[in-house]
C-alpha cells in the first residue's frame, strides 16, 4: 500500500509517497505529483524508511529514585498531575515545535493558557533560528512570512548570505540549478561551501561583521542611484541614507576582511540586477545582532524591490509560530486581542507576557517543563548550565525518537512521528499542507491532542479540549489565527495546498548601525569558531545519525582547520585536540580543509558524541532571544 504524506525534516515541505506493508514502511518514492519538490526530493526524505523502527519512545516510562520504570497512561498522566498541582502558573512552561502538526502545537498552547493559566509557552525552532527573521520581516513589510520558492523562476540575480541551499534545503537548490545560466548567485559566506562553488562570485566575510557588510552594500546603492525609484518614498529612506554613507568598501575590508574587489563585484551584480533576491539563513541570524542582521539585508532588498527566497528549518516551524506559540503573543495577535480570544475560547487568561526559551531554560528556570520534540540539552548554548537546570525542573518529554533531553525527564511521554499523524503542517513559504497517517505508531503513542485532552480532563477543564478529531481543532484555528483566516478548512483535509495570508502590508527601511562583533579574538583565544550544517543530518541527528545511507556520505563531527594554522600547531586530519572556549571545552577530531580561512574553525552542530554547543555562552540578541551560535572565540590544544 502506498500512502502521501509530507517528510519530516526542513521546511521545503515536500510530499513523499510512503510504501508500507503490513505496519512496515519498506521504502520511500518521490511524489512526482508534487509541485515543491518537483518530483526530486532530497536523500534525507528518501531514507525515512531506514529509521521508521529505530530508537523509538513506545510507552510511558516515570523515571523516579534512579530507577525506570514503563506504567500506563493513566498513571503517567495521574503522577504529572501530582507533580506540577502545587505550583503556580509562572513556575511551569511549555514548548511547542515545528517537528507535529499545527492542531498538536495549538492542542498544547491551548492547555497552557486556558488550563494552567501561564504564557510561558515558547517553541524550539521558532526561537533558535528564525524568530529574527519573523520579526523582521514584519518590521519591514507588514507580514513574518514573503518567501516564495518560485520567485526563482522570476530573478536575476540571487544574494545568498549565511545559508548553504545545496547542504540545507536540496529541493530548492535543484529548482536554483534549473535556472543557473539565467541567474547570477553571489554566496556570502565565512566558509566556502557547495553552494559557494557554484556561484558566480563567492565573498568571504567575517562572522559577526553581517551588519557592516550589508549598510556598505546600501550604501553603494544608493551612492550609485542603483535603487529603484519608489524606494525613496519609503518609511526611512533618508534615514537610512545617513545611517549607511560612512560604510565605506574600506571598512569592509577592515572589518570583515572582505577583499575590495570581492565586494565591488558583488555590489556591482546587485545594482545592476533587474529582478533581485536573497536567500538568508541561520548564518545570519544567529548573533547576538540578530534582529539587526535581518533589518540591513532586507534594506538591501527594499532598495532594489526585490524577492525573499529564505525558507526555514523544521517542516512545520512556520506553522508553530503563526499560532502563536510565543510568550509574548496570543493566537488572536497581540495582548490587545485578549478580550477577543478569551471571548472566542470562553475562558480566562493570564495577561503578563511569560517566557522566552531562554529565559525558562537558562536565565530563570522554571520549575516544571513540558518539552515536546525539542532537544534542549544538545540545540542550546551554555549546556552546561542547561543540564543542570534540566535536572533540578520536573521535566515531562513528549517525543517519538529517543534523544540526550529524554536521559533528564521525570516523565516520558511516547508520540508518534509525524508520517503517523493527521493533521495539517505550515511550510517554510507559509503553504498549508495536509498530514496523512501512513501507519499505525509503535507501542501506545499517542498524539498531543489526545495527550492533552486527557490531562484537561484531570484538572476538571476538559470541555476546553473536547474535540473529536484533528479537524475541529483545525476548524478552530482557523477561526481564531487572523493569518489563516483565508483557508479553507474543508479543501485542506480534503489534500489541497493554500497559502496562508502573504500580503504586503507597507514598505519600511529599518537602519542599523554596527555595535561590534559577538566575540573578537585574543592572544589566549586567537581562532574564532563557527557552526554550518551537513547535507546528511539534520538538527540534532536523532533520526539522520541512524540512518545507514546517510552514514556513509557524512564526515561525522570534526573541526575544520586551515592547512596554514593545522601546520603552525602541527596537528593532522584525524587527530584529537581540545577546543576552548571562555564558556567550556570538548574534544574532537580535527579536518584539514581549505574550506575555512586562516584563523577561523568550524564545526556541525548536530552530533550527540560532541556537544559543539558546549563551547557558546549563553549571548543572545536582546529583543528576539536569538542564541549565538555562529561566532565564538576559541584556542586549539593537542588533547592528552
Not at 511551569?92 to 495549538?106: H, L, P, Q, R, V
Request: charged residues 30%.
Amino acid at each position: 500500500m502506498k500512502k502521501i504524506s509530507p517528510c519530516v525534516y526542513c521546511g521545503c515541505g515536500c510530499r513523499l509517497v510512503y510504501e508500507v506493508k503490513g505496519n512496515k514502511i519498506i521504502k520511500i518514492h518521490p511524489d512526482k505529483s508534487d509541485k515543491v519538490s518537483e518530483g526530486k526530493p532530497c536523500i534525507k526524505g528518501l531514507t525515512i524508511h531506514e529509521v521508521a523502527d529505530r530508537n523509538r519512545y513506545k510507552h510511558p516510562v516515570i523515571k523516579k529514585d534512579r530507577s525506570t520504570k514503563k506504567v500506563s497512561w493513566k498513571r503517567a498522566l495521574e503522577y504529572i498531575k501530582e507533580n506540577i498541582k502545587d505550583l503556580s502558573p509562572e513556575e511551569i512552561a511549555f514548548y511547542g515545535s515545528g517537528k507535529i502538526t499545527n492542531e498538536d502545537n495549538w492542542t498544547i498552547l491551548k492547555f497552557a493558557k486556558c488550563v494552567i493559566k501561564t504564557n510561558n509557552t515558547d517553541s524550539c525552532c521558532g526561537r533558535l533560528c528564525h524568530i529574527a527573521t519573523v520579526e523582521g520581516v514584519k518590521n519591514c513589510l507588514g507580514n513574518s512570512n514573503l518567501t516564495f520558492m518560485d520567485y526563482v523562476n522570476e530573478i536575476d540575480t540571487l544574494l545568498v548570505i549565511g545559508s548553504n541551499p545545496a547542504s540545507n534545503y536540496p529541493v530548492f537548490f535543484t529548482k536554483l540549478l534549473k535556472r543557473k545560466n539565467q541567474i547570477k548567485i553571489i554566496s556570502v559566506q565565512p566558509l566556502h561551501n557547495i553552494t559557494s562553488r557554484f556561484g558566480d562570485v563567492f565573498v568571504y566575510i567575517e562572522p559577526g561583521t553581517e551588519v557592516v557588510f550589508l549598510n556598505a552594500i546600501a550604501n553603494y546603492l544608493i551612492q550609485n542611484k542603483y535603487y529603484v525609484k519608489e524606494a525613496a518614498k519609503y518609511e526611512g529612506f533618508e534615514r537610512l541614507k545617513s545611517t549607511v554613507k560612512n560604510y565605506t568598501l574600506e571598512l569592509v575590508e577592515r572589518i570583515c576582511k572582505t577583499p575590495k574587489e570581492e565586494f565591488f563585484n558583488a555590489c556591482e551584480l546587485i545594482g545592476k540586477a533587474k529582478d533581485f533576491g536573497v536567500f538568508h539563513g541561520m548564518g545570519l541570524t544567529q548573533h547576538v545582532n540578530a534582529i539587526e542582521n535581518v533589518h540591513s539585508l532586507l534594506n538591501v532588498l527594499l532598495l532594489k524591490n526585490g524577492k525573499i527566497l529564505s525558507l526555514r528549518g523544521e517542516i512545520n516551524v512556520q506553522g508553530v509560530g503563526d499560532i502563536g506559540f510565543l510568550p509574548n503573543k496570543l493566537p488572536t495577535g497581540g495582548f490587545e486581542t485578549l478580550p477577543e480570544l478569551e471571548k472566542l475560547w470562553n475562558c480566562t487568561l493570564p495577561m503578563d507576557k511569560g517566557k522566552t526559551i531562554i529565559e525558562s531554560l537558562i536565565i530563570e528556570p522554571v520549575k516544571a517543563g513540558f518539552i515536546t520534540s525539542f532537544n534542549p540539552a544538545q540545540s542550546l548554548p551554555a549546556l552546561k548550565k542547561v543540564h543542570k537546570n534540566l535536572r533540578e525542573m520536573f521535566l515531562v518529554y513528549f517525543d517519538s525518537y529517543e534523544s540526550l533531553t529524554g536521559e533528564f525527564a521525570d516523565v516520558i511521554l511516547p508520540t508518534p512521528a509525524l508520517f503517523e499523524r493527521s493533521g495539517t503542517i505550515t511550510t517554510g513559504e507559509r503553504l498549508v499542507r495536509l498530514v496523512n497517517k501512513v501507519r499505525k505508531p509503535p507501542g501506545s503513542a499517542m498524539p498531543e491532542w489526545k495527550i492533552y485532552a486527557r490531562l484537561a480532563k484531570l484538572f476538571r477543564k476538559g470541555k476546553l479540549l473536547s474535540w473529536r478529531n484533528e479537524k475541529e481543532i483545525f476548524e478552530e484555528i482557523v477561526r481564531i489565527v487572523p493569518s489563516y483566516r483565508n483557508l479553507n478548512p474543508e479543501k485542506i483535509y480534503k489534500g489541497k495546498d493554500m497559502f496562508a495570508d502573504k500580503s504586503i502590508r507597507y514598505k519600511r527601511f529599518m537602519p542599523e548601525k554596527f555595535e561590534g562583533k559577538d566575540e573578537v579574538r585574543s592572544k589566549e583565544y586567537p581562532f574564532l569558531l563557527t557552526t554550518f550544517r551537513s547535507k546528511y543530518q539534520f538538527l540534532t541527528g536523532e533520526m539522520t545519525e541512524i540512518a545507514e545511507t546517510l552514514s556513509k556520505g557524512d564526515d561525522g563531527p570534526c573541526l575544520y582547520i586551515n592547512p596554514e594554522d593545522a601546520k603552525n600547531l602541527k596537528i593532522a586530519t584525524g587527530e584529537i585536540v581540545k577546543v576552548v572556549s571562555e564558556e567550556d571545552s570538548i574534544k574532537i577530531p580535527v579536518k584539514v580543509s581549505e574550506i575555512v580561512p586562516k584563523s577561523v574553525v568550524a564545526a556541525r552542530f548536530h552530533y550527540r558524541k560532541i556537544l559543539v554547543n558546549r563551547l557558546f555562552p549563553a549571548r543572545f540578541d536582546e529583543e528576539t532571544h536569538t542564541p549565538n551560535y555562529k561566532c565564538v572565540a576559541v584556542r586549539i590544544e593537542k588533547a592528552r
